[in-house]
């Protein structure tokens, strides 16, 4: 089955940090970019990373450019995000998601919500 | 604030025809590259339903469909039904800063 589960979140203070995690079954997981999304409670979604199959290039959002880091590891179909120096603007539910060539987003995780609070 | 604007709510009734309007702030968004729409339901997570501004995904019914012209973009709902009621979000690439970014969203109520 096609599919991405993400995995780490929970309840973090402020200035902590955790790290998560995207389990990818069902495709080539090397062969495609890969991104993390995330929504805030009740607002829209936000895009946060992407990086190449490759792991050769990444970019983020100004919002967590220095404090988040993209990686994977393509041996384990996995994609990471680690996220230091965690703020109360940083709750919110990270959905992982595979980038096709069209600059677009085809499959989506269920998410996992991280808590930034005291 | 987005650089891509969409209303925040549309409405309508079983049967009707909706449409949803996505307009890019600056020419970096949205003219040389594609608009896609996600719909989001309650309490789930966003899934494709346009993409290259006009193509359907399998499974998506014809129900749905998008159009573009120059920085804006457009999603219309056919013939409404109750599992329509949504969050609707439009997404392109903004190529002058190397991110990808969304509309606001539009919460569809079917009345």
């Known amino acids: 089955e096609v599919q991405l589960v993400e995995s780490g979140g929970g309840l973090v203070q402020p200035g902590g940090s955790l790290r998560l995690s995207c389990v990818a079954s069902?495709?080539?997981?090397?062969?495609?970019?890969m991104n993390w999304v995330r929504q805030a409670p009740g607002k829209g979604l936000e895009w946060v990373s992407v990086i190449s199959g490759s792991a050769d290039s990444t970019y983020y959002a100004d919002s967590v450019k220095g404090r988040f880091t993209i990686s994977r590891d393509n041996s384990k179909n996995t994609l990471y995000l680690q996220m230091n120096s965690l703020r109360a603007e940083d709750t919110a539910v990270y959905y992982c998601?595979?980038?096709?060539?069209?600059?677009?987003?085809?499959?989506w995780g269920r998410g996992t919500l991280v808590t930034v609070s005291s | 604030q987005s650089v891509l604007t969409q209303p925040p709510s549309v409405s309508g009734a079983p049967g009707q025809r909706v449409t949803i309007s996505c307009t890019g702030s600056s020419p970096s968004v949205g003219t040389t590259y594609d608009v896609h729409w996600y719909q989001q339901l309650p309490g789930t997570a966003p899934k494709l339903l346009i993409y290259?501004?006009?193509n359907r995904p399998s499974g998506v019914p014809d129900r749905f469909s998008g159009s573009k012209s120059g920085t804006s973009a457009s999603l219309a709902i056919s013939g409404l039904q109750a599992e329509d009621e949504a969050d609707y979000y439009c997404q392109s690439f903004d190529s002058s800063r190397s991110i990808w970014v969304f509309g606001g969203g539009t919460k569809l109520t079917v009345l």
């Open positions: 069902g495709f080539t997981f090397s062969s495609y970019a």
């Open positions: 290259g501004n006009y």
């Open positions: 998601a595979k980038r096709t060539s069209g600059w677009y987003f085809d499959l």
